[in-house]
């Protein structure tokens, strides 16, 4: 009998052991509320590894893109309609540096959003706007160097500063127009469902916006864009091959063709960017249309392919840096707060280059 007790007792405190240690392995993202997604846990290190990471990257983006902003804010010489399509590309790219980035930081790190339902459609609103205009922008700086190569005497008249602002408020305008339909769409899909659970964040959608999302976000902006810019290249190699054998001849090469041939430099910078993004974008967009056509699951691949489309936010100011004089020009004057000078917006910021 006295066997059979110890027995019993130590299948009772191995039971209980194996209870608190399941206790202690299932974390909840809310404890307090049935509905609870379940937490993943992460070691101390890789906290403070991950956290010290997206602050950099959050921050460097944020400051590289306010750099550009102040720039072509300041500088009156800066003020043409190529760069104001540069400076709503830049407030769309700062905006992904100090809202989303920091949000989608703690939502990976924590792997629970702790900041409701309510808030993660706001969030996915912001997040697809920023997307929408980013890309609408892109498309409407296509049409601008299209003009601005293929038709370069019409440029002037066609292409004007008002008529810049215009198309910005309605490319900012439709974005947000559009995700909200898409968010409002996404709330009765979400309210539907019964394998949701709380402490999530995630995009679902219904099979027709996922078709109507693929037309408007990805096949026609990016059509539009590459036929543009194949037509663009080809102008502009004729143009620059024409000019550099009139140089190498010897003979006299006036302001509008050196115009031209500086407008197809600042063309391959923008062409540059604008495939630096579309590498970024289109294979998550052809990842979430090859996984489950109603919910875009969180896989470590999906995870590496949306941060790439955030960390492009970041990479554009670097191209600006690398390819535009006059940009290395004006963060010199703001870093050494000679904006603060006066008449200083008056400052010649080009040197040997003109956009």
Request: a positive charge; proline letters at 3%.
């Amino acid at each position: 009998m006295k066997g059979q007790e110890k027995e019993q007792n130590k299948l009772l405190k191995r039971g209980d052991l194996i209870m608190a240690y399941e206790t202690e392995e299932t974390q909840y993202c809310f404890p307090a509320i049935n509905s609870s997604c379940i937490k993943g846990r992460r070691s101390r290190y890789e906290y403070n590894v991950m956290y010290v990471f997206f602050s950099l990257l959050s921050a460097s983006t944020v400051f590289l893109n306010l750099l550009v902003i102040i720039s072509i804010s300041h500088f009156k010489k800066l003020h043409t309609s190529t760069n104001l399509l540069i400076l709503s590309l830049a407030v769309a790219d700062l905006l992904v540096g100090l809202i989303v980035m920091p949000l989608e930081a703690i939502n990976l790190t924590e792997m629970c959003w702790y900041f409701g339902d309510t808030f993660c459609r706001l969030f996915l609103l912001i997040l697809g706007l920023l997307l929408s205009a980013s890309l609408s922008n892109l498309v409407l700086i296509a049409v601008d160097r299209y003009m601005a190569v293929c038709h370069p005497l019409l440029y002037p008249q066609k292409i004007t500063t008002t008529k810049t602002l215009a198309s910005i408020c309605l490319c900012w305008f439709c974005s947000s127009a559009y995700n909200t339909a898409l968010a409002g769409s996404r709330r009765y899909f979400d309210s539907h469902r019964i394998d949701v659970c709380y402490g999530k964040c995630t995009l679902v959608i219904s099979f027709a916006w996922k078709i109507t999302d693929l037309c408007f976000s990805l096949l026609f902006p990016c059509t539009v864009i590459i036929t543009l810019y194949l037509r663009i290249f080809y102008v502009a190699q004729k143009q620059i091959k024409i000019i550099n054998s009139f140089m190498k001849a010897g003979k006299f090469v006036n302001q509008g063709s050196v115009r031209r041939k500086s407008e197809s430099k600042a063309t391959l910078t923008l062409g540059l960017i604008v495939t630096v993004y579309l590498l970024c974008w289109i294979p998550y967009f052809l990842l979430s249309l090859s996984e489950n056509i109603e919910n875009v699951e969180i896989t470590s691949t999906t995870t590496i392919l949306i941060w790439l489309l955030y960390v492009n936010s970041g990479l554009n100011p670097l191209i600006y840096a690398f390819f535009y004089p006059w940009f290395k020009m004006s963060v010199k004057h703001i870093l050494t707060l000679k904006i603060f000078q006066p008449a200083s917006s008056l400052v010649e910021v080009f040197t040997d280059y003109h956009s």
